[in-house]
């Protein structure tokens, strides 16, 4: 069974080798026809190889192991480069909406030959392909910088299909071009602010699920007493590896041994059930 880092990488490497053959596609076909804008759009493919790099070093990055510097290991290295990925995408979409409300306001149309509309057509299902595979990888792997990568494919194959709709219809409206383009990049730059949202909030630390306060209570209620509970939950996740810390109300007549060894067992019920490893804080409970 391939690992989240495995196919961290494999679709990093993929984005790389597909960006790189359009990139020589483009940029050939081009040079040949003198398209400016295909030669332009060329770059733009290869510019795109630089989200795929952030998305292979921080899968790399996340998967090293745990050091005297970072004790907890690297997991939170792929939110990082989500947020790095999620701030370009933004780019490309606040540019993308200043080209085509320029183009509005100057009342320009798009013009491309035949053999560019065919390439930028052809570039577009296979961007659009490549943003699936993304988006695929990023719900097996549980990864926010897939999905980031995966929207960074599909607005260029936006750009692209854009390109082909303003040279079918650009002769009999004019402003399809520049319209459709002000909406994709507000599309993008929706998806960009989303994809930076879920990446910084775990980073910045989130309040427990109701979900897990209810699985913890269950857990030392079962090993402590039924009239035990928790509460100041912390969770701290860095990527496959969680922390939880938590308080917990114990009988106050309990010995100190026995208090330990029932602790112990909350302990390890919390790492086999929820996978997390917990510390725990005890406290004496309150006496109606």
């Known amino acids: 069974m391939i690992t989240a880092t495995r196919l961290g990488i494999l679709e990093g490497a993929v984005s790389i080798a597909v960006n790189t053959l359009l990139f020589l596609l483009k940029f050939s076909v081009g040079r040949r026809i003198g398209s400016i804008a295909m030669i332009a759009d060329a770059w733009h493919t290869l510019s795109d190889m630089l989200t795929s790099v952030v998305v292979i070093l921080g899968f790399w990055v996340a998967s090293t192991r745990a050091d005297k510097r970072h004790p907890f290991g690297h997991g939170r290295a792929e939110l990082i480069a989500s947020v790095i990925i999620a ?63 995966g929207w960074h494919h599909r607005s260029d194959a936006a750009a692209s299909l ?4 303003g040279a079918i219809f650009g002769l009999r409206w004019w402003w399809m071009d520049s319209v459709l383009g002000m909406g994709v990049s507000l599309l993008i730059l929706y998806a960009a602010l989303d994809i930076l949202r879920s990446s910084a909030s775990p980073l910045l630390g989130e309040a427990p699920d109701p979900d897990l306060e209810n699985r913890l209570n269950t857990i030392v209620r079962k090993h402590v007493s039924p009239d035990s509970s928790v509460h100041h939950i912390h969770v701290h996740r860095y990527g496959n590896h969680s922390e939880v810390s938590f308080h917990v109300r114990m009988p106050p007549d309990m010995h100190l041994s026995e208090s330990h060894d029932r602790i112990t067992a909350v302990e390890k019920d919390v790492n086999s059930s929820l996978s997390m490893q917990a510390t725990i804080h005890t406290e004496p409970l309150q006496q109606p």
């Open 87 to 149: 701030t370009l995408l933004g780019v490309v979409g606040f540019n993308f909406f200043s080209e085509s409300a320029t183009r509005l306001a100057s009342r320009r149309s798009a013009e491309f030959s035949i053999m560019a509309v065919l390439i930028f057509g052809a570039s577009a299902i296979i961007k659009e392909a490549l943003a699936r595979f993304s988006f695929w990888a990023g719900r097996r792997a549980n990864a926010q910088s897939l999905a980031a990568d």
């Open 162 to 165: 854009l390109i082909v709709a």
